[in-house]
Nanobody, 123 residues
Framework: QVQLVESGGGLVQAGGSLRLSCAAS????????LGWFRQAPGKEREFVAA????????YDADYVKGRFTVSRDNAKNTVYLQMNSLRPEDTAVYYC????????????????WGQGTQVTVSS
């Protein structure tokens, strides 16, 4: 089992940066693949990035590539999402999630979820 708590969200102007953190409790953190998702009001929760147990990273959307970086620190039981060059369309609640199989991009592929952290980007 693992419990996830996101932090690091807030209000930032377009072009700024934020680093989101997801702190996990559980002695088997290194066994999980970690994903980041986001959900804007009235929209479906969408995949942002994932990192496997071995550090393999997956990005799917063009808006992520070159701006967002996912990483993990198993010693600290923490996964990060570094977001640079933020845009108003990045505004959403960001969630971290944990699952047992790497390189997954669907909500249903993950077993554990944090409560989310709000990111608001102003123009």
């Amino acid at each position: 089992q693992v419990q996830l708590v996101e932090s690091g969200g807030g209000l930032v102007q377009a072009g700024g940066s934020l680093r989101l953190s997801c702190a996990a409790s559980g002695r088997t953190f290194s066994s999980y693949a970690l994903g980041w998702f986001r959900q804007a009001p009235g929209k479906e929760r969408e995949f942002v990035a994932a990192i496997s147990q071995s550090g393999v990273i997956r990005y799917d959307a063009d808006y992520v590539k070159g701006r967002f970086t996912v990483s993990r620190d198993n010693a600290k039981n923490t996964v990060y999402l570094q977001m640079n060059s933020l845009r108003p369309e990045d505004t959403a609640v960001y969630y971290c999630a944990a699952g047992m199989v790497a390189a997954k991009a669907r909500v249903s592929d993950y077993n554990y979820w944090g409560q989310g952290t709000q990111v608001t980007v102003s123009s």
